[in-house]
């Protein structure tokens, strides 16, 4: 996934766990990387993170005011919430479960990030699922040699 926060870009990134979204039988066993492109600051919107949250997958409600249009906000105290200030090329690591956003960015400047997700196949969901942007018959499944895509 990429991210960009354009200058004076009022739209964060809710507060959600990836896990509502994967659906793993344990999110422990995901992994996200999240690598700033540019400084990610404060001001400029970068992550926040909520520690000891990652226990089980918080209830998640539709939330139109985020990029992500989920969010789990309603289960958290934004008081508890850690702001992780991380240089361009810095990259920070944690688990499917750990509730996680971004603020908007209030600076001059543009703001980017890049985030891949690693998750061990013993607890990937064996199921189908189509790509949200395509609905022609083309899915990805999971095996025991990792993601596959067909058509």
């Known amino acids: 996934q990429t991210f960009w926060k354009p200058a004076h870009h009022g739209l964060g990134t ?23 492109v540019h400084d990610a600051t404060v001001d400029n919107g970068t992550l926040h993170v909520m520690a000891g949250k990652d ?62 997700h690693f998750v061990s196949m013993d607890v990937a969901r064996d199921s189908l699922f189509s790509l949200p942007e395509e609905d022609n018959g083309c899915f990805w499944s999971t095996t025991t040699e990792g993601a596959v895509y067909s058509t």
């Open 14 to 36: 809710s507060w959600h766990q990836d896990n509502a979204y994967f659906k793993l039988s344990d999110g422990k066993k995901g992994t996200a990387m999240w690598t700033a």
């Open 55 to 116: 226990r089980e997958v918080l209830s998640h409600e539709r939330d139109l005011t985020s990029d992500h249009l989920i969010s789990c906000k309603d289960s958290l105290k934004e008081q508890d919430a850690v702001a992780l200030e991380v240089p361009a090329g810095g990259v920070v690591f944690f688990n499917c479960n750990v509730p996680h956003c971004t603020k908007a960015n209030i600076t001059d400047n543009p703001r980017a990030a890049v985030a891949y």
